[in-house]
């Protein structure tokens, strides 16, 4: 496709050679000669070019469009498919709106490209073509239509180098701008519940302001630099326009040989300039795709490697030997070891930040640790296939997060062929599927974007149920019921318990009482493990877990 818009373009040009020439004939032959015959000739030639030059633009137009659009298409695809495979890693250091700037710096860097290779072609093949012509109607002429051209180079040179530095500048604070104004759409709730309107607003309407300062400052220089360009080659046109009368006046130089240099000349400008704008345009496309490829080329630490064995799971016991892992020069979690016996509910505990999510987040591998090994029934993780071990565990994380759609659509999510009772099954084991019946369009209803048609405690019933239609092996809860009463937590642990007697269930919860009857509880406290056992056993060390199941149990009170 890109060869067929150079070749269009390469013709284009070839065609651009006639409309000058019928010009110099019009004027050398046609009118001092009377010629009728000859007009008619001339300007019938002249329509049929016109028609047909608007033709093959609209082709190349077409080539164009159709080439940037498949090159976007492809590139914003494969874009979105990286990103799917990184790390959590990755999306804790980054913004949302910072991520999404980079593709719109693929874009750019596309409609770059193929601006430069057209241009490129384009410009060589004219240079090549309209000197010597220029050259065989008066050389002299042609030596003075040039002689701008070092101001043209000296000028380029350093707006390139301007341009691309301003460039880099403008791509960062268009991030950040994009990024504030997602972060206000998508906490709207919060911004307008805390009353905080005017605070967020100012923040991004200073950073738009200044980002609008920089676009216009470069503007100008721009703007400049392009003045005294184009006042250069007003100069120079006026040298060679002098010296060409004076030839047509001495009888040196016909007026139709004339009218057809300036014309050549004319078409000729265009492509010494498009060179010179080659530099700038290289420069700019090239902090664009060095920001795309900043995240295009990052490979995950973690990934599905099909080479490797899929996970086999025959009971679902999970074991951490010497687990150590560390945010950044942050210990979170130190000398692990622990077994999650299958066919159990293990309860984990302890105090807000000592490391409980990150503990159950190294099972499905959303980080690695950095010294010990996790083995589900005798297998490393790590020597699995990562789609196989995520695809045998159920997880509920503390925010729970639904997609723009149904009810049903939600819960069945990625399963198109499950039956409408499976659906119902699973919401019922959540204490979903009475408050679901209740709705005006019950599972047909639409949750709104993340959920926000539902409260907080349907949208953790709603994603429970997703993760109880999986059937998954292995069940990873945590917080997911922090929303709901106690009574409605117990109800659905109690369910779970009976639903999943040959299955591995761990949940980590907040509210003690109801995790009482769970086959062994885990007290982790400065990132380690400090206790284990049932809650009998734990209640009679009067140690850590007694302190905090006296604390839970006057909150809840």
């Not at 460039?167 to 805390?194: D, F, H, M, N």
């Not at 070891?337 to 990150?358: D, R």
């Not at 709603?462 to 109880?468: F, K, Q, T, W, Y």
Request: glycine content about 6%; some cysteine; hydrophobic content about 45%.
């Amino acid at each position: 496709m890109i060869a067929q818009s150079i070749g269009v373009n390469l013709f284009m040009i070839l065609i651009s050679l006639l409309p000058p020439y019928l010009t110099k004939i019009l004027i050398d032959n046609v009118y001092p000669n009377q010629d009728e015959h000859l007009l008619y000739i001339v300007l019938i030639l002249t329509v049929l070019i016109s028609i047909f030059s608007g033709f093959i633009s609209f082709i190349n137009g077409y080539f164009v469009h159709n080439l940037n659009m498949r090159l976007a298409l492809k590139t914003g695809l494969e874009f979105y498919r990286h990103i799917g495979t990184l790390n959590f890693s990755f999306f804790d250091q980054r913004k949302v709106g910072e991520i999404m700037s980079r593709e719109s710096d693929a874009l750019s860097s596309i409609s770059g490209v193929l601006v430069i290779i057209n241009t490129a072609f384009q410009s060589l093949f004219t240079l090549l073509i309209f000197p010597p012509i220029l050259i065989y109607i008066n050389w002299k002429l042609a030596l003075l239509s040039i002689a701008v051209l070092p101001i043209d180079v000296i000028m380029s040179w350093y707006m390139s180098k301007f341009s691309a530095n301003r460039t880099r500048i403008l791509a960062e604070k268009s991030a950040e701008v994009s990024a504030k104004r997602i972060e206000y759409i998508s906490g709207i709730r919060t911004i307008q519940a805390l009353g905080i309107e005017n605070f967020i607003f100012g923040r991004i309407k200073n950073l738009t302001v200044e980002t609008a300062g920089i676009r216009l400052n470069t503007y100008a220089w721009q703007g400049t630099a392009s003045f005294f360009l184009s006042s250069a080659h007003a100069v120079g046109a006026f040298i060679y326009s002098i010296y060409g009368w004076i030839q047509i006046l001495s009888g040196h130089l016909t007026l139709g040989s004339y009218l057809a240099f300036t014309a050549y000349v004319g078409y000729l400008s265009a492509p010494m300039q498009g060179m010179m704008s080659l530099l700038i345009n290289y420069r700019e496309v090239l902090v664009h795709i060095q920001r795309f490829t900043d995240i295009y080329d990052l490979r995950p630490n973690i990934y599905n490697d099909p080479k490797l064995d899929p996970l086999i799971i025959t009971k679902g016991s999970i074991v951490f030997n010497q687990v150590t892992f560390a945010y950044k020069d942050e210990l979170v979690l130190k000398n692990i070891s622990l077994a999650f016996q299958a066919g159990c509910i293990t309860a984990v505990v302890g105090k807000s930040g000592n490391g409980k999510t990150t503990l159950v987040q190294l099972i499905p591998r959303l980080y690695d640790p950095q010294a010990g090994t996790i083995t589900i029934d005798n297998q490393k993780i790590e020597q699995v296939s990562l789609s196989s071990l995520r695809k045998q565990i159920g997880f509920v994380q503390q925010d729970p997060f639904l997609f723009y759609g149904t009810i049903k659509e939600n819960i069945a999510i990625g399963r198109t062929q499950c039956p409408m009772w499976r659906i119902e099954e699973a919401a019922k084991i959540a204490d979903a599927h009475e408050f679901i019946q209740a709705l005006s369009e019950g599972y047909d209803t639409q949750v709104g974007e993340r959920g926000v048609q539902l409260s907080q405690g349907q949208k953790q019933r709603v994603v429970l149920a997703r993760a109880v239609l999986l059937n998954a092996p292995i069940l990873i809860l945590d917080e997911a019921t922090s929303a709901l009463d106690t009574e409605s937590e117990r109800k659905i642990y109690t369910a779970l318990g009976k639903e999943r007697t040959d299955y591995t269930t761990i949940i980590i919860s907040h509210r003690l009482s109801t995790i009482k009857n769970a086959h062994q509880i885990v007290v982790i406290d400065e990132n380690t493990i400090v206790e284990q056992g049932t809650h009998a056993e734990l209640m009679k060390l009067n140690k850590v877990y007694y302190s905090l199941y006296g604390m839970a149990e006057e909150t809840e009170s």
